[in-house]
């Protein structure tokens, strides 16, 4: 369970987010909306401890961020908006890289595994031949290497064709509700959002997402 309580976030003097509170459980699939600067990948960066709340605390099955940091990062695999791959690598030299870095040791067959779960199945060749959905499947792929319990994606499907768009959809479907995996992610595709997460949360109040998600029968928490 991760929950949430009365964070805010500034950079410098600029407000982003204030007094945001919800709670997420195991094996729910939630999206997170609002327009463009609302501040989601602030949000998702914070709670990936990848920055800090200006004030407020966020617990992850009751161990507390600002004292067991690195414990906690060890549970979460965050992917960010932008691709960061390495090029000339090959699928392979790619995931063998991320593993080193990672905490836990996973062999070879281990590693091609996770690529082909998500039928991602260009190991030999080399990044840079890759479409840009590929790509997006190989920066979740790295996400997962050392079995993360929480994922946090940004935008995970932007950019990308709609048979791509499908497959990471329902892959990540089944990791939340086979798997018991908690995942929280930001699209701006809204019959991805209203077809994949459980509930949505919207940075800020508005009216489109409100209307969207209520002709859809979501739920809509507003933060
Ligand atoms: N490192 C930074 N330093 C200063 N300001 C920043 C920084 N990162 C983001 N911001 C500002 O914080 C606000 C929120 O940005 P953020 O990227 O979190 O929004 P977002 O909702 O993810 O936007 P988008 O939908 O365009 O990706 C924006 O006004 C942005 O300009």
Redesign the pocket.
Known sequence: MLNVRSISHS??T?S?FKNVSFSVSNGEIVGLV????????????TLATLTNPVEGEIMLHDQPYHQQKKDIRKKIGFVP?DIALWEEFTVEENMIFFEKLSWVTKNKEDLKQICQDMNLDKWNEPVKSLSGGMKRKLNLAISLIHDPQVLLL??PTAGIDLKSRKEIGSYLYKKAKNENKLIIY?S?DMDEIITLCDRVYC?GKDPFYEQLLEKAEKELIVL
């Not at 609002?34 to 960066?45: D, R, V, W």
Request: aromatic share 4%; hydrophobic share 25%.
């Open positions: 950079y410098s600029k982003v609002g327009e463009n600067g609302a501040g989601k990948s602030t949000l998702l960066k908006q940004d935008e930001t701006h940075l």
